[in-house]
């Protein structure tokens, strides 16, 4: 069991994550339109590269079921390509479209530009503890 110091620092930093990660939602351009389920797959694709849908249906942690929904929304709306598997003929992979790559660059410069202006605000020694800080928080947010 934690003690209590370290109890205090988990609920403090869980709620300034949450805050911090719902402002910057908040920040998403209403022009994506799409359903956060739609939005991260889209993500994960633009990041991670092509895959097969049962993969994606593992990083973003849904059942394939949901994620043959996810996907075939996210292909009615021009955004995702299916093409065969390259060695399994009965597979698809699937990716993301130049349009969708698109939406989500200009989406995440303007999230980036809102968060710079807010980190422009620090003092210097701040911005040195977030900066010191960044890698830990990926650490914590891997596993």
């Not at 869980?14 to 993500?43: D, F, H, I, K, W």
């Not at 990083?59 to 021009?78: K, N």
């Not at 009965?90 to 995440?108: K, Y």
């Amino acid at each position: 069991m934690p003690d209590s110091q370290t109890a205090a620092l988990s609920s403090g930093l869980r709620m300034s994550v949450m805050r911090l990660a719902r402002r910057l939602r908040n920040q998403r351009s209403a022009e994506l339109g799409l359903p956060l389920a739609q939005l991260t797959a889209l993500a994960t694709l633009d990041r991670n590269g092509p895959m097969s849908p049962g993969e994606l249906a593992d990083c973003e942690h849904v059942s394939p079921p949901t994620m043959t929904r996810v996907l075939a929304a996210l292909t009615g709306a021009g955004l995702v390509e299916r093409t065969p598997h390259p060695t399994d003929r009965r597979q698809q992979v699937v990716s993301v479209t130049e349009q969708a790559h698109e939406l989500l660059e200009a989406d995440r410069r303007r999230r980036d530009a809102w968060l710079a202006t807010r980190l422009a605000a620090l003092t210097e020694d701040e911005r040195a503890v977030l900066a010191a800080a960044a890698p830990v928080l990926a650490q914590l947010a891997e596993g």
